[in-house]
């Protein structure tokens, strides 16, 4: 059983950034052909992917936060991180990282997912 874990500050001051991981269990994050995403949900607001990084470690970025984002995995510890630069309170969110497969529509694994308010 994969099992997916958030961890990472619950409050963030507007323009600095925001880094939470994401701990896997139960399946290699290098493991054929997974891609593993963050995802995240404002208040009042529906599901907004932000990016991904797949099993051979390449990238792919929401165009309308690629400035700001980046996601970078540690294969020792089966991590992958997110990093969103210059917050705002708009950021303000669900944050949830999940797996997908490649020609399989959806996630099939999700965390729990973790609050983060950004505010002074």
């Known amino acids: 059983q994969v099992q997916l874990q958030e961890s990472g500050p619950g409050l963030v001051k507007p323009s600095q950034t925001l880094s939470l991981t994401c701990t896997v269990s139960?399946?290699?994050?290098?493991?054929?052909?997974?891609?593993w995403s963050w995802i995240r949900q404002p208040p009042g607001k529906g599901l907004e992917w932000m990016g991904a990084?797949?099993?051979?470690?390449?990238?792919y970025y929401s165009p309308s936060l690629k400035s700001r984002t980046s996601i970078s995995r540690d294969t020792s510890k089966n991590q992958f991180t997110l990093q969103l630069s210059s917050v705002t309170p708009e950021d303000t969110a669900v944050y949830y990282c999940?797996?997908?497969?490649?020609?399989?529509?959806?996630?099939?694994?999700w965390g729990q997912g973790t609050q983060v308010t950004v505010s002074s």
């Open positions: 990084i797949a099993y051979s470690g390449s990238t």
């Open positions: 999940a797996r997908a497969s490649r020609g399989t529509p959806g996630y099939d694994y």
């Open positions: 139960g399946g290699s994050i290098t493991t054929n052909y997974y891609y």
